[in-house]
């Protein structure tokens, strides 16, 4: 019998050997199955305002304890937080277990904490952990949210979806040709979205990279397509940064920024500008 296994998390499907770690960095075929082998291993960890998550329109004033740990499913390379999500298992960390996480988490509510968020880097390959602590989560009464670039099997989805309660999703951009440039799928992310928005609450996030997907037209074909889903999902209009791969392309105009967010509005009744 083959040691090789399927890894189920994400569209990629990694076929992996005992000891093999997927193209994500962050999962690996322990011998008798695919598991998180970033499982507790935080990278970043802080309390923040629930706004930087994004997210403007869930418990807007509050703040939320936000966990990190390394890798990543796609491959920007405009990536903001590269020196994470492009990592590995030798990048240091701090082990938390997901008792430890919520611990904390409860600690911190006199503080304004509402619960944990899953950020920094890609959170659905760390999905035990991500599972594991949200069940701990959910029975005290705290809040489940996951900053996500919405690559994720619809499956996988499907069976932890019960347990968010929030979304921000990073729509990257309108067309299988930029998330060819990307290592992704633009029906996964897609359907991510549609399947999420019927259970819990999405923010969707756009962040504009000059000459690659600031074009009106296309904002005006997101926004339309997320607006036939719900008019009230709130859509993030971000400004581009040079980072990582992307250093000779100034940032974003923020008259470029304000453009979309006019066109967006057309369509959706909650548009914002970031970074601006």
Known sequence: MSDTLTCEICPRHCRLATGKVGACRARVNDGTKITALNYGAVTSIALDPIEKKPLYRFFPGSRILSVGSYGCNLNCPFCQNHEISMADSTFPTRQ????????LAAELVPQKNIGVAFTYNEPFIGYEFVRDTANLLKAVGLKVVLVTNGTVAPAALKKILPLIDALNIDLKG????????????????RRTIEMSAQVCHVEVTSLIVPTMNDSPADMDSEAAWLASLSKDIPLH????????????????PVKTIYELVDVAKRHLNFVYAGNC
Do not use: A, M
């Not at 940064?241 to 250093?247: A, E, G, N, S």
């Open 174 to 189: 309108f067309s299988q040709e930029i998330y060819s440039l990307l290592g992704g799928d633009f029906e996964t992310v």
């Open 96 to 103: 938390i277990s997901p008792e430890q996480l919520c611990e």
């Open 237 to 252: 209009i971000s400004r581009f940064f040079p980072r990582y791969k992307v250093t000779n392309l100034p940032p974003t």
